[in-house]
């Protein structure tokens, strides 16, 4: 049903997927300050390599973290809104199903009695007359 597969994408799906880019992201961070200190630690400063693209990469490696972080926080807070949502609306979806598949076809075939019930009784007052 739709709603489930709703609730299992902002529940699971979208969770896991920011925990991945998150842990990509730390790793990679992790990478470019190794790369950033490599290029710092020569023992005479003339000669280092200039660190500028490197310190620009671990700056954008940070902010790229900290979006990540950010978006798998907010995937945790829509996961438990979205699957308060499905909870309240597969609820009354339930007692519709229910009257659907059992109430509905009990009461058509009461009808059905009732209506045979009505012909025999109307085929008995034509027969009286």
């Not at 842990?23 to 990478?31: G, I, K, P």
Request: with cysteine; proline share 5%.
């Amino acid at each position: 049903m739709l709603i489930q597969r709703a609730d299992v994408y902002f529940s699971e799906d979208r969770p896991g997927y920011w925990q991945h880019q998150t842990q990509v992201a730390e790793r990679e961070l992790n990478e470019a300050k190794d790369n950033l200190a490599q290029k710092r630690a020569a023992t005479r400063p003339g000669d280092r390599p200039p660190a500028t693209e490197a310190s620009k990469r671990v700056q954008k490696i940070e902010q790229r973290l900290r979006d990540c972080q950010l978006k798998q926080q907010q995937a945790k807070a829509w996961s438990i809104e979205i699957s308060q949502q499905c909870d309240q609306l597969l609820g009354p979806l339930a007692d519709v199903g229910e009257h659907c598949e059992v109430l509905l076809p009990a009461a058509a075939n009461e009808l059905r009695q009732l209506i045979s019930a009505l012909r025999k009784y109307a085929e008995q007052g034509k027969r009286a007359l």
